[in-house]
């Protein structure tokens, strides 16, 4: 059968219905609006907020999730994840609350499981006395609920890590890793991490805080070069404006007299002590102060072809890269694809293992 054609009234007619429609919306709110669309319900907002939590971004993991427990206050995961998004800023007192809540919540083994763990990560942020042995127990508890469940497993094996429990946070993590569930490549990672701060041999209380670390900055790495290779030169005048108040300024300083590669104050006199180096900065700090330490002792000669892929002779930092690189005091960062990864920042293993190095040829002082 043949549809009649439309004609002008019925055109009229959509027409009509159609801008009652748009109408109705316009005078809707914002939030009408997500509800129809399905985004102002609960369980977006808590996918949502976990998402953000994921990403490193605490304060909007909190904004939503605090808007999860409005729509639902009866969200148990909601508060677990207001618990970890409080404890990351470092608002305590608050994370405890929400976990309080959560405890409250929990009426099955997985609703208690996901507790322990925000319980876990939220010792690991604060460091009460004695936190390490609570965490210990929340893991075995948790494990006993959910024994599938390796989420328990990997905050307890970081928890390992930043106690400084190399061995014990290695054996977990590959535990973790070869389970293959949701956190088997963060485990894998940090697997990697851990065994090559394990090869570290630091001389310092710092060193060993640090080797575990996976981003250092350039306060972190101007103050372990203090208490790992005792160089130092004489500051004078004031500190960087951004710098005096930080608690690594007396070591800091010294070094970045001696104006090493990237370690020196920007042109406005800032330093930026929190933000991370990268691979490429190391290498050139690496090769100063091999300059600083033997001004002779540095020959290097350009290679037929770039050694590593993601390597070229016209990147920026080429001839550092290359140079530490071939004289062990960089290792790839990805043994499959053989890569630097110059751009990614340096990890405390990374320096750590380059400065042996670097004490090895300077030899003993």
């Excluded at 609350?97 to 507790?115: F, I, M, P, V, Y």
Aim: charged content about 25%; aromatic content about 6%.
């Amino acid at each position: 059968m043949r549809r009649p054609p439309l004609t002008f009234a019925s055109c009229g007619l959509l027409l009509a219905m159609l801008l009652a429609v748009l109408l109705v919306l316009g005078c809707a709110s914002g939030a009408q609006h997500k509800r129809w669309l399905g985004l102002d319900t609960a369980q977006y907002h808590v996918q949502t907020g976990l998402l953000f939590l994921e990403r490193g971004k605490p304060e909007d993991a909190r904004r939503e999730l605090a808007l999860a427990v409005e729509l639902d206050p009866g969200c148990g995961v909601a508060y677990c994840g207001l618990t970890v998004a409080c404890a990351q800023l470092e608002r305590f007192p608050e994370a405890r609350d929400h976990l309080a809540k959560a405890r409250a919540l929990a009426k099955d083994d997985r609703s208690r499981c996901q507790t322990n763990v925000a319980n876990i990560r939220l010792l690991a942020a604060e460091r009460p006395v004695r936190w390490l042995e609570e965490a210990q127990a929340l893991y075995v508890q948790a494990a006993s609920l959910c024994p599938q469940d390796t989420a328990a497993a990997y905050y307890m094996a970081l928890c390992y890590r930043d106690a400084l429990r190399l061995e014990r946070s290695a054996a977990l993590l590959q535990v973790v890793a070869q389970a293959g569930g949701a956190f088997a490549d963060e485990a894998a990672a940090e697997w990697r991490l851990v065994e090559r701060a394990r090869r570290c041999t630091p001389r310092s209380e710092l060193g060993r805080e640090l080797a575990a670390r996976a981003a250092l900055t350039r306060a972190e790495v101007a103050a372990l070069l203090a208490a790992e290779l005792n160089i130092a030169g004489e500051w004078s005048g004031p500190a960087p404006p951004d710098l005096a108040a930080h608690r690594l300024k007396a070591q800091v300083l010294p070094v970045l007299a001696l104006r090493l590669g990237p370690l020196r104050p920007y042109g406005d006199g800032t330093f930026h002590p929190d933000t991370p180096l990268t691979r490429a900065e190391f290498a050139e700090l690496a090769v100063a102060i091999l300059a600083h330490l033997d001004p002779e002792g540095i020959e290097w000669q350009a290679p037929p072809r770039p050694p590593y892929p993601d390597l070229s002779p016209d990147l920026p930092g080429y001839r550092a890269l290359t140079l530490c690189a071939t004289r062990g005091l960089l290792e790839v960062r990805d043994l499959f694809t053989g890569q630097l990864e110059p751009a990614s920042p340096v990890s405390g293993a990374d320096a750590l293992l380059a400065i042996g190095r670097l004490r090895e040829e300077r030899g003993p002082r």
